[in-house]
């Protein structure tokens, strides 16, 4: 079975300050790894997504994240935030069997960029 | 906009009751996910569905059901509803490769059972 830990649930930050949001996964298979955020009353959107190659994933709005097989984790980075990042940030696996795609989630972290 | 739409945005009923939630999918996406969201629960995987066959099955509870029509779009049935199926109900679609192709989610069907 897989499992995605988000180790913080709320990550207050000032505007323009760097900020990490923190994610392990537990899995027996490889794994593809996505984050996606959560505006206030909307849908998820994909941030950035590993799936081989390079392990910094670069994402939009600024984001990146690095891929560390020997430590599984995932964390998502972003040298300055702004208001507008404050969000639910999400931690996602895809085991890599064929299985479907279906998504195991972190719980989530909640980020607030304060002026 | 993701390109997903789902109706309706919110569902207000009773406990016993039965509802459907409907979503199309992105124009050319055949696969289909349906997902819930609830503060207890956190955001689980509920069904897939590609191209009309059911691909993948999360914890879904037997109460519920869901089926993809040959236009593609997705319906999710959820019958003998109680107080913890309240809940936000996202569904997702992607393309031919769904594990590497990114899932789009619509912006939610929020259930609330009283």
């Known amino acids: 079975a897989q499992s995605v830990t988000q180790l913080d649930s709320q990550v207050p930050v000032f505007e323009e300050a760097p900020v990490e949001l923190r994610c392990n996964y537990s899995?027996?298979?490889?794994?593809?790894l996505f984050w996606y955020v959560q505006y206030p009353n909307q849908g998820l959107q994909l941030l950035l997504k590993?799936?081989?190659?390079?392990?910094l994933v670069k994402g939009i709005n600024g984001f990146e994240a690095e891929f560390n097989k020997s430590q599984t984790s995932f964390h998502l980075r972003k040298p300055s935030v702004h208001i507008s990042d404050t969000a639910e940030y999400f931690c996602?696996?895809?085991?890599?069997?064929?299985?479907?795609?279906?998504?195991?989630f972190g719980q989530g972290t909640e980020l607030s960029v304060k002026p | 906009d993701s390109g997903v739409t789902q109706t309706p945005k919110h569902l207000i009923t009773a406990t016993g009751q039965r509802v459907t939630l409907r979503c199309s999918p992105r124009?050319?996406?055949?696969?289909v996910y349906w997902y819930q969201q609830s503060l207890d629960q956190g955001l689980q995987f509920l069904i897939q569905?590609?191209?009309?066959?059911?691909?993948a099955k999360g914890n879904i509870l037997e109460r519920f059901s869901a089926q993809q029509f040959p236009d593609l779009h997705s319906e999710l049935n959820l019958s003998s509803l109680e107080l913890g199926d309240s809940a936000l109900y996202f569904c997702?679609?992607?393309?031919?490769?769904?594990?590497?192709?990114?899932?789009?989610f619509g912006p939610g069907t929020r259930l609330t059972v009283l």
């Open positions: 997702a679609s992607s393309g031919m490769d769904w594990l590497t192709d990114t899932q789009y």
């Open positions: 899995s027996s298979v490889s794994v593809y």
């Open positions: 590993y799936l081989s190659g390079s392990t």
């Open positions: 996602a696996v895809i085991p890599v069997y064929n299985q479907g795609g279906k998504l195991i």
């Open positions: 124009s050319g996406d055949l696969s």
């Open positions: 569905y590609y191209n009309g066959e059911e691909r």
